[in-house]
């Protein structure tokens, strides 16, 4: 069997909110560099990596074989996170698997798939729970740890699946996005009694570095991660409990979900680049009525007695995030997480999806 060893690695998804701190996180010690793919060198977060030691940029689209094999190339390492609300199911299913295919043909030693739970097979492939932005990857995520059962002597590969980043509960224009209604901070959500698997952004660095860094344990692992099952009663209470200032939840039906500040983008493709006379192609309001049923009926699990053993120091709780998250606001001159959700300056929080600070328009 081949060493999976890797000191260079390439990256699709590197602009995207896990790939940011997974780039930092590769390359702090300076035991590895990366290479990563960009649309746009000239962006924001493009620009913020290329200051980096050791990270250099690759101008060009993952919809291009060319443009792979030329970022697979000289390398053996590859991070690959596909943004499915960029592609649409359908497209992202062809790239991703032609990513795999290719980093093996140009000699990748160790390849880690940017994955999210596979909900529609977990939940015995009930439909009420299909999301495409989920099952779009999670398909893709059962064919490559079926592959590797064969390549994995040649070409080592892991799963690294996420959640929904809890930064998402606290900025504008999210499935999550709160209110402040009378002074109290609001979320009304279609959630009933179940949690949200929420990971931290940050902690995501860690754990894709560990994949890389013990390839005699994670060949043909899927490690799924997330800070902790958040039920957004309590989420509220520890909000309440950081900032001093009222907060609730408050559970919502689907109907009167659909009908609020969603409501203008509910029939739009959740890929902006996906065909909407397709009928493969999922509506916003389609993906995330099975996206929210997920949570709801409790069909995602986590094994957080693992994760505490990868990373003892990982973030635990929601509490715990927005206590740091708090402080670090107020270090940064934005203030506190009560003053941040001001309906005045949420709209100027960063958004940690790139697809929302595309303003969900650009090419493949």
Request: proline share 4%; net charge neutral.
């Amino acid at each position: 069997m081949s060493s999976h060893n890797t000191s260079k690695i390439f990256v699709v998804g590197g602009t995207g909110a896990q790939g940011m701190p997974i780039i930092r996180a590769l390359v702090a010690d300076r035991k590895n560099s990366a290479r990563v793919l960009t649309r746009d060198p000239f962006s924001r977060r493009a620009k913020s990596l290329a200051t980096l030691d050791n990270v250099s940029m690759l101008e060009g689209s993952f919809a291009d074989e060319v443009t792979l094999r030329e970022g697979f190339r000289g390398c053996d390492g590859a991070f690959i996170n596909i943004d499915g609300f960029n592609t649409g199911e359908k497209t992202e299913t062809y790239w991703a698997i032609r990513c795999y295919e290719i980093a093996i043909e140009e000699g990748i030693k160790f390849f880690v798939y940017g994955n999210l739970d596979y909900g529609l097979k977990k939940s015995g492939y009930d439909s009420r729970f299909r999301s495409g932005h989920y099952d779009g990857k999670g398909r893709i995520g059962d064919w490559i740890l079926s592959q590797n059962t064969v390549n994995k002597g040649r070409m080592g590969a892991a799963l690294f699946t996420s959640g929904p980043y809890i930064e998402m509960a606290f900025q504008p224009m999210m499935p999550m996005t709160p209110t402040v209604e009378d002074g109290i901070v609001t979320w009304r959500v279609p959630l009933g009694d179940g949690a949200v698997v929420h990971a931290s952004s940050e902690d995501c660095g860690y754990y894709v570095r560990w994949l890389f860094d013990h390839p005699e344990r994670t060949n043909g692992m899927n490690l799924e991660v997330a800070i902790e099952h958040v039920a957004y009663a309590g989420l509220a209470a520890a909000f309440t409990k950081v900032t001093g200032k009222p907060a609730r939840y408050i559970d919502t039906d689907l109907h009167s979900y659909w009908n609020g500040p969603l409501k203008f983008i509910a029939n739009a493709p959740a890929g902006y680049n996906a065909d909407p006379n397709d009928k493969s192609t999922m509506t916003f309001r389609d993906n995330f009525t099975g996206f929210w049923n997920l949570w709801k009926y409790g069909i995602v699990k986590r094994d957080y007695a693992l994760l505490d053993e990868i990373h003892p120091k990982r973030i635990k709780s929601a509490e715990e995030w927005m206590r740091r998250e708090d402080k670090l606001g107020r270090e940064l001159g934005k203030g506190g997480l009560w003053e941040r959700v001001q309906p005045q300056n949420i709209q100027n929080e960063t958004p940690i999806l790139k697809s929302n600070e595309d303003r969900r328009k650009g090419r493949l």
